[in-house]
């Protein structure tokens, strides 16, 4: 079926995106029965839509096309966002590259390394836990992780992760094993993970979905390196492939491609359809009984707010992680550019102790929180050989590398505290290629964020310098504001992460939430949000695997009807 | 001939280029790659059709599979946009301009390789060193591009046999044979 030969409610459902929430939202609405038509503005590079069977071949260990040519989207020059760190700067300091998460069948997950971990029982309850901070919105989330268990081990069964159960000792109860065990560890996560345990922290194998063996149809990962930003050539990664598969299989899914939802049409608190807008630039409306939007906690509350959706808290509480880099110089090579980016992971900095509780008081806080820590880190030479100045020398320090080969990091996921003046709304001005309104992201981190960091980095330089590091050298992203600091470079107040989140929290009370528990908008409840836009809080985790076990839980209700 | 630069243009260039990373103690640089080919590639990457824009994949060949990195995919439509506005320029038409006129990169080269001038080539190399730095956001712009192409695969121009990845003992892209368990885990 082609976009625009079809009649009125031929889908039950639209669902707007393709990345692992719409993904998932379609697989469980199409078990549960319904027609759904998933909507993806990018391009499909990722499944034979005649045979879902059988996966296109287009992705390659090509540094040029994916870092730095576009080709996973979405490209800048056509489709920029807008960046300021608060209202004071006027309008806007920054029209580009934004924190870019892919435009393409797949989304953000054809690009990420695969870090799919669950969140901590914590993660769910944190007002309770650890109480509120002066200047956030810190919330419990209206869901447990008791709640939300069944559908983090389905996550992991439909991606195939690989993972050791019981080798996390803070991780919330599971009820199965990983489907797969992990895959071989990168030689430098092998000495900085024996540094951290000797520090007394508690490193184990990265949940990754990445097949450490054929699983789903598809091979083992051959350890290839261009795991980061890259699609995979072999397609090893699971995420998520293997939910569209099983939707479009189904006989009930179809995806349009290269199509552009510009508004949910919405009358009288009920959707109707949603407005398409196509490669040749015919507009219509598609009609449907419901409608998920899984655009990402960016572009979600851009299409929320075209549709005019009213709601005095859309677009706010937008989250990032905090980033904290800490990288150690080590006297021999290490091999960064062969294996899965990062093999192991620690999450001590998750959990309160006496040593974070002193460093909050001191600097006037309740608490702090750090995030999940991923040894290694995959770097490649063009991203390095622009580090270094160019002229004599520069193939010297190519060949010496002390900047990727020599180089051995630790890159903390730091938990961002949600506030109301962190947002994304409408730029009143800038638009993209196609005329429509770009977002505009105004965001600064919370001191929160910026004590943990130091806090934190101390531990990380330690545990680095006794893996063997020579010398280590730590930065954040976003790094903080300053007349000096430049917009757009590596380190800039735009925050790196491709974590985002917020943006239309979920909640009990329409007061202080956008969606309601299961999801839905209160606005318009047959609108499911489906990304990480609902989250209330960051945690110190990638999203991936949350939004997958939400998207899946929420979706089943939602084809019982609102 | 080069594909989009005069051939003056493209002697300046290859001038700038051996400044930029030069060759040095025995490593190849700029010179030894192609890097000006690359550039120039680029800059008329719609002189071919599927432009030179995205390598199709998913092997080159060089370990294993059959070579396919020097096939390229063609563009959508809106993607045709991104790049050509990239490359050409706005040129004052409407689709290319919602937020105003955009400076191509032919534009740009050409201009900046006017202002180096063409005498640069045989100025002595401290002189064409402070001239770079003279025009440092020109410089800048030649250099983001002379990394791509000293150090990204072969098949968009640089990068000759292999003599940047070679240099710095760098197998590029390893598919579909990938590296063994061992070269991940141990030293």
Same mark, same amino acid.
């Given at each position: 079926?082609?976009?625009?030969?079809?009649?009125?409610?031929?889908?039950?459902?639209?669902?707007?995106?393709?990345?692992?929430?719409?993904?998932?939202?379609?697989?469980?609405?199409?078990?549960?029965?319904?027609?759904?038509?998933?909507?993806?503005?990018?391009?499909?590079?990722?499944?034979?839509?005649?045979?879902?069977?059988?996966?296109?071949?287009?992705?390659?260990?090509?540094?040029?096309?994916?870092?730095?040519?576009?080709?996973?989207?979405?490209?800048?020059?056509?489709?920029?966002?807008?960046?300021?760190?608060?209202?004071?700067?006027?309008?806007?300091?920054?029209?580009?590259?934004?924190?870019?998460?892919?435009?393409?069948?797949?989304?953000?997950?054809?690009?990420?390394?695969?870090?799919?971990?669950?969140?901590?029982?914590?993660?769910?309850?944190?007002?309770?836990?650890?109480?509120?901070?002066?200047?956030?919105?810190?919330?419990?989330?209206?869901?447990?992780?008791?709640?939300?268990?069944?559908?983090?081990?389905?996550?992991?069964?439909?991606?195939?992760?690989?993972?050791?159960?019981?080798?996390?000792?803070?991780?919330?109860?599971?009820?199965?094993?990983?489907?797969?065990?992990?895959?071989?560890?990168?030689?430098?996560?092998?000495?900085?993970?024996?540094?951290?345990?000797?520090?007394?922290?508690?490193?184990?194998?990265?949940?990754?979905?990445?097949?450490?063996?054929?699983?789903?149809?598809?091979?083992?990962?051959?350890?290839?390196?261009?795991?980061?930003?890259?699609?995979?050539?072999?397609?090893?990664?699971?995420?998520?492939?293997?939910?569209?598969?099983?939707?479009?299989?189904?006989?009930?899914?179809?995806?349009?491609?290269?199509?552009?939802?510009?508004?949910?049409?919405?009358?009288?608190?009920?959707?109707?359809?949603?407005?398409?807008?196509?490669?040749?630039?015919?507009?219509?409306?598609?009609?449907?009984?419901?409608?998920?939007?899984?655009?990402?906690?960016?572009?979600?509350?851009?299409?929320?707010?075209?549709?005019?959706?009213?709601?005095?808290?859309?677009?706010?509480?937008?989250?990032?992680?905090?980033?904290?880099?800490?990288?150690?110089?080590?006297?021999?090579?290490?091999?960064?550019?062969?294996?899965?980016?990062?093999?192991?992971?620690?999450?001590?900095?998750?959990?309160?102790?006496?040593?974070?509780?002193?460093?909050?008081?001191?600097?006037?806080?309740?608490?702090?929180?750090?995030?999940?820590?991923?040894?290694?880190?995959?770097?490649?030479?063009?991203?390095?050989?622009?580090?270094?100045?160019?002229?004599?020398?520069?193939?010297?320090?190519?060949?010496?590398?002390?900047?990727?080969?020599?180089?051995?990091?630790?890159?903390?996921?730091?938990?961002?505290?949600?506030?109301?003046?962190?947002?994304?709304?409408?730029?009143?001005?800038?638009?993209?290629?196609?005329?429509?309104?770009?977002?505009?992201?105004?965001?600064?981190?919370?001191?929160?964020?910026?004590?943990?960091?130091?806090?934190?980095?101390?531990?990380?330089?330690?545990?680095?310098?006794?893996?063997?590091?020579?010398?280590?050298?730590?930065?954040?992203?976003?790094?903080?504001?300053?007349?000096?600091?430049?917009?757009?470079?590596?380190?800039?107040?735009?925050?790196?992460?491709?974590?985002?989140?917020?943006?239309?929290?979920?909640?009990?009370?329409?007061?202080?939430?956008?969606?309601?528990?299961?999801?839905?908008?209160?606005?318009?409840?047959?609108?499911?949000?489906?990304?990480?836009?609902?989250?209330?809080?960051?945690?110190?985790?990638?999203?991936?695997?949350?939004?997958?076990?939400?998207?899946?839980?929420?979706?089943?209700?939602?084809?019982?009807?609102? | 001939?080069?594909?989009?630069?005069?051939?003056?243009?493209?002697?300046?260039?290859?001038?700038?280029?051996?400044?930029?990373?030069?060759?040095?103690?025995?490593?190849?640089?700029?010179?030894?790659?192609?890097?000006?080919?690359?550039?120039?590639?680029?800059?008329?990457?719609?002189?071919?059709?599927?432009?030179?824009?995205?390598?199709?994949?998913?092997?080159?060949?060089?370990?294993?599979?059959?070579?396919?990195?020097?096939?390229?995919?063609?563009? =959508?439509? #809106?993607?045709? +946009?991104?790049?050509?506005?990239?490359? %050409? &320029?706005?040129? $004052?038409?409407? !689709?290319?301009?919602? *937020?105003?006129?955009?400076?191509?990169?032919?534009?740009?080269?050409?201009?900046?390789?006017?202002?180096?001038?063409?005498?640069?080539?045989?100025?002595?190399?401290?002189?064409?060193?402070?001239?770079?730095?003279?025009? =440092?956001? #020109?410089?800048? +712009?030649?250099?983001?591009?002379?990394? %791509? &192409?000293?150090? $990204?695969?072969? !098949?968009?121009?640089? *990068?000759?046999?292999?003599?940047?990845?070679?240099?710095?003992?760098?197998?590029?892209?390893?598919?579909?044979?990938?590296?063994?368990?061992?070269?991940?885990?141990?030293?």
């Amino acid at each position: 079926m082609s976009p625009g030969s079809t009649t009125a409610r031929d889908f039950d459902t639209i669902i707007v995106g393709s990345g692992p929430g719409g993904s998932a939202a379609a697989l469980a609405l199409t078990e549960a029965g319904r027609s759904v038509l998933v909507v993806e503005k990018g391009r499909n590079h990722l499944i034979d839509l005649d045979d879902p069977q059988r996966l296109i071949q287009r992705f390659s260990n090509d540094e040029i096309k994916f870092g730095a040519r576009h080709f996973l989207g979405p490209d800048p020059i056509v489709e920029p966002r807008t960046f300021r760190v608060s209202e004071a700067e006027g309008d806007r300091v920054h029209v580009g590259e934004v924190n870019s998460v892919p435009t393409t069948v797949g989304g953000g997950a054809v690009h990420a390394d695969g870090k799919v971990p669950r969140f901590l029982e914590e993660d769910f309850r944190l007002r309770s836990e650890r109480g509120p901070v002066d200047g956030a919105e810190v919330v419990d989330w209206p869901l447990s992780y008791d709640d939300l268990e069944p559908f983090y081990a389905q996550a992991e069964r439909l991606i195939g992760v690989a993972g050791a159960a019981g080798s996390n000792p803070f991780a919330a109860p599971r009820s199965a094993p990983y489907p797969m065990p992990p895959g071989p560890a990168m030689y430098v996560a092998r000495l900085t993970s024996a540094a951290a345990e000797r520090a007394g922290l508690h490193p184990y194998p990265a949940p990754t979905a990445a097949n450490s063996e054929p699983y789903g149809g598809r091979p083992a990962c051959n350890n290839c390196g261009f795991c980061s930003f890259s699609g995979c050539p072999i397609h090893a990664k699971g995420d998520p492939v293997a939910m569209l598969q099983l939707a479009l299989l189904s006989g009930r899914a179809a995806i349009w491609p290269e199509t552009f939802a510009t508004r949910v049409v919405i009358e009288r608190g009920r959707a109707t359809g949603v407005e398409l807008l196509d490669q040749t630039g015919r507009r219509w409306v598609e009609s449907a009984n419901s409608v998920v939007v899984a655009a990402g906690a960016i572009e979600t509350p851009r299409v929320l707010l075209l549709s005019g959706v009213e709601h005095p808290l859309l677009g706010r509480f937008a989250m990032f992680h905090f980033q904290t880099y800490v990288a150690g110089h080590f006297p021999q090579r290490l091999h960064v550019h062969r294996g899965r980016a990062v093999t192991h992971v620690h999450d001590d900095h998750l959990v309160s102790d006496s040593a974070s509780l002193r460093a909050a008081s001191a600097a006037g806080l309740p608490w702090i929180r750090g995030g999940m820590v991923e040894h290694a880190g995959a770097s490649l030479p063009i991203e390095e050989a622009k580090l270094y100045p160019w002229g004599r020398g520069h193939s010297a320090s190519m060949a010496a590398s002390p900047m990727r080969d020599h180089l051995g990091a630790l890159v903390m996921q730091g938990e961002d505290l949600p506030q109301a003046v962190n947002r994304v709304d409408l730029d009143p001005t800038v638009r993209d290629a196609r005329g429509v309104p770009v977002a505009r992201v105004t965001y600064g981190p919370h001191r929160h964020e910026l004590v943990a960091s130091e806090h934190y980095s101390g531990i990380l330089t330690d545990v680095l310098t006794d893996a063997g590091a020579e010398w280590t050298v730590t930065a954040t992203s976003p790094m903080p504001a300053s007349p000096l600091t430049p917009y757009g470079d590596l380190i800039s107040p735009i925050p790196a992460s491709r974590h985002v989140m917020g943006t239309a929290r979920m909640g009990r009370d329409p007061a202080d939430a956008v969606c309601d528990p299961w999801g839905r908008l209160f606005a318009a409840p047959n609108v499911l949000v489906a990304d990480s836009s609902v989250f209330p809080t960051s945690a110190g985790y990638g999203p991936t695997l949350t939004i997958v076990a939400l998207a899946l839980r929420n979706a089943a209700a939602f084809s019982e009807g609102p | 001939m080069p594909v989009f630069l005069t051939a003056e243009e493209y002697t300046i260039l290859t001038s700038v280029c051996s400044r930029l990373i030069p060759s040095e103690d025995g490593r190849p640089g700029a010179i030894e790659a192609g890097v000006a080919d690359y550039i120039d590639i680029l800059l008329g990457a719609f002189a071919f059709d599927p432009p030179r824009i995205w390598g199709a994949g998913p092997y080159s060949g060089r370990h294993g599979g059959e070579a396919g990195f020097d096939e390229f995919l063609p563009l =959508s439509p #809106f993607e045709e +946009l991104a790049w050509r506005t990239r490359i %050409e &320029g706005s040129l $004052g038409l409407t !689709e290319r301009e919602p *937020n105003g006129p955009v400076v191509g990169l032919q534009q740009r080269y050409r201009e900046g390789l006017a202002a180096l001038g063409s005498g640069f080539p045989e100025l002595p190399p401290s002189e064409q060193d402070s001239a770079l730095h003279a025009h =440092s956001e #020109f410089a800048t +712009l030649v250099f983001e591009h002379a990394c %791509e &192409g000293m150090y $990204g695969a072969p !098949e968009y121009g640089g *990068n000759r046999d292999l003599v940047g990845w070679r240099s710095i003992d760098f197998a590029g892209d390893v598919q579909p044979r990938g590296y063994s368990d061992a070269e991940v885990s141990e030293p």
